[in-house]
């Protein structure tokens, strides 16, 4: 249904200016649940032409308007009441906060006469989330709300994308008022720098036209600026290994052999290595997290730092950099092609030996895994056929564990916006709900949530909201009756003192029982040889959401491994097992 601008000037409640002000910032679909202080604001909804799904809890509407974002581009709307209703958003704007996505949280707070009284349903929202919004509101006059829901959306999607909360008291939603949608909106302090300054993008290319093991360190900001294919280009150009971040997945394809895989914690042998042997990180919308850089002292320790980013506050913030660009990473990676054709026609480094290099640990160290010998599923097997039974162009979402790192190895990712997970945050409970909101969001995609079964507990009551409103998404739980990464620990740094990581429960849950009970098809598998047909018969099922109760071996283990607050050098690709580093020149 399009959108009706309403005339300025017209008179209406606070609610409803609320709601029209939300139709002239173009919002489709909205997540909610209603309660007291936000009632009156769903008076107006009920007429309204934006879509509003009614979720089961306020986390699932956070996280929902999440994976809307990441496949839309667009902000993600959530809606909650006061006091408990506010505070289930708390955890989703903080995942929005550290993984950089647009999103709008509105909640309804208690009538302004009676803030600070600890009121019934009373919180201060405000001041609880005020750490990790990008900016936010409380508003007590009803004129105000026109011009705070343009200004939240103006924030949430210029510069580095973010969340942005806007508390609005109950009487300000009562009380009459004159709608005014702002014709421009200006914001003393902030201006968002997109252009970056020439001179930077001269010093860039003189930098890596210099630079004999040049490495492309692309972080989730290239996939927020949609640069993936400007991207390409300027690999290709210079002929440069590349490294994906966990949020980067598909910002650059898998398949292509300057591709060294994802680095980090849990990244391949050649991706981690060609980050610690390079002389230039090429560093795109990437913020050097810890996760990355294992030990900070002996990251990339002979490697000269090239920093692109927006967000200026990121650049030198964990390593100094050699040269800073701030702007938008597609308008940055723009300039520096033609700059960068310029610099190598001058200086055109050699950088077969460095390639070579390269490509041996990459041949040498590939990805794999062990079946297990008693006959049982192998996580990795199952999440690999998702992946190659599914195609490129499906978008997989993952809670947070040994299944999300497995659903960033073992699946290939050709297109950008693809790959769904909380990454800054490592929020269990993401994986179903952001799979709802993918599926809103790209209702003609296939959308499979990768799960673990401790995550799946978390939030699986949003599969009612996916049943009862047409969102057929699937579901494959990785279900190993553990806490799985926390039993991988427990097992390497704990002596196998497995306390409070085992969920076996004699089958307690039975997840497809559970499945069928919300209104999903519930199907299982705990044998290799069943494996293909029973994804086919999840595949095979779109009117619906589907939900595969995968059984899997308890004892696999995510490798590459770099054990935290170490050095990347000390990556190791098995128990007690390293790199033959007196086979590979380097």
């Known amino acids: 249904m399009a959108h009706i601008p309403t005339a300025n000037g017209t008179a209406m409640t606070g609610a409803t200016s609320l709601v029209k002000s939300l139709e002239a910032a173009n919002v489709e679909v909205m997540f909610g649940l209603p309660g007291g202080a936000i009632l009156p604001a769903y008076d107006p909804i009920f007429d309204s032409s934006i879509r509003h799904i009614l979720v089961r809890h306020e986390q699932g509407a956070g996280h929902a308007a999440t994976g809307y974002a990441q496949v839309t581009g667009r902000a993600g709307v959530c809606i909650a009441t006061s006091g408990p209703g506010a505070t289930n958003l708390v955890t989703p704007l903080m995942d929005a906060a550290m993984d950089s996505v647009p999103l709008i949280a509105i909640t309804g707070q208690v009538p302004s006469a009676a803030i600070g009284t600890d009121a019934f349903q009373e919180a201060d929202i405000r001041g609880i989330t005020m750490p990790f919004t990008k900016h936010n509101y409380l508003v007590t006059n009803p004129d105000e709300i026109p011009a705070v829901i343009a200004e939240a959306f103006h924030i949430a999607t210029t510069g580095r994308p973010g969340p942005v909360l806007v508390d609005v008291a109950k009487d300000a939603l009562q009380k009459m008022t004159s709608f005014n949608w ?27 036209a210099q630079s004999s093991k040049p490495v492309f360190y692309v972080g989730g900001g290239v996939i927020k600026a949609n640069a993936h294919k400007e ?22 394809p898998d398949s292509h052999p300057l591709h060294m895989g994802m680095p980090g914690m ?16 090429i560093t795109l919308g990437a913020r050097f997290d810890d996760r990355v850089t294992g030990k900070l002292s002996t990251f990339a320790p002979n490697a000269k730092i090239l920093h692109a980013d927006i967000d200026p506050a990121e650049i030198g913030k964990n390593r100094h ?13 723009s300039a520096l092609i033609p700059a960068l054709k310029a610099a190598l026609a001058k200086n055109q480094p050699d950088l077969s030996a460095w390639l070579r290099q390269m490509n041996s640990l990459k041949s040498t160290y590939p990805l ?20 190659q039974i599914s195609g490129t162009d499906t978008i997989f979402t993952a ?13 290939s990712y050709e297109h950008p916006r693809t790959w769904l997970n909380s990454g800054g945050a490592g929020t269990m409970g993401y994986g179903v709900p952001a799979a709802m909101g993918a599926k809103v969001g790209a209702p003609d995609a296939t959308v499979w949530a990768i799960d673990g079964d401790g995550c799946f507990q978390m939030t699986n009551q949003e599969l009612v909201t996916c049943a009862l409103n047409n969102i057929p998404i699937k579901v494959a739980i990785i279900n190993n ?22 969920l076996e429960s004699k089958r307690v849950p039975n997840f497809p029982m559970l499945a069928e009970s919300m209104g999903c098809v519930g199907l299982s598998c705990e044998r290799p040889e069943d494996l293909d047909k029973t994804i086919e018969k999840a595949m095979s099922i779109n009117d619906q959401p589907v939900v595969v109760d995968f059984r899997v071996h308890r004892d696999a283990m995510v490798w590459p491994m770099v054990a935290a607050g170490t050095s990347n050098d000390e990556i190791m690709i098995a128990r007690a097992t390293a790199p033959d580093w007196d086979s590979q020149e380097l």
């Open 321 to 333: 950099a050699d040269v800073a660009v701030v702007g938008d990473v597609r308008e940055t990676i």
């Open 182 to 208: 702002p014709t421009s909106i200006k914001l003393a302090g902030y201006n968002p720098k997109t252009t970056p300054d020439a001179q930077a993008i001269t010093d860039a290319a003189a930098l890596i």
């Open 399 to 411: 809670g947070v564990g040994q299944h999300q790192m497995w659903a960033s190895q073992f699946i």
């Open 266 to 281: 849990h990244g391949t042998v050649a991706a981690v290595t060609a980050l610690q042997k390079a002389d230039l990180l």
């Open 481 to 502: 009756e553990s806490l799985g990464m926390v039993r991988q620990w427990q097992t390497l740094f704990y002596e196998g003192r497995y306390s409070n990581t085992n």
């Open 368 to 387: 794999g895994y062990d079946q297990p010998d008693d006959g049982s599923l192998s996580p990795q097997h199952v999440i690999q056929r998702l992946g």
């Open 231 to 252: 991207l390409r280009q300027l690999v290709e150009l210079l002929g440069a290994p590349v490294v994906t971040t966990l949020m980067a997945r598909g910002a650059f």
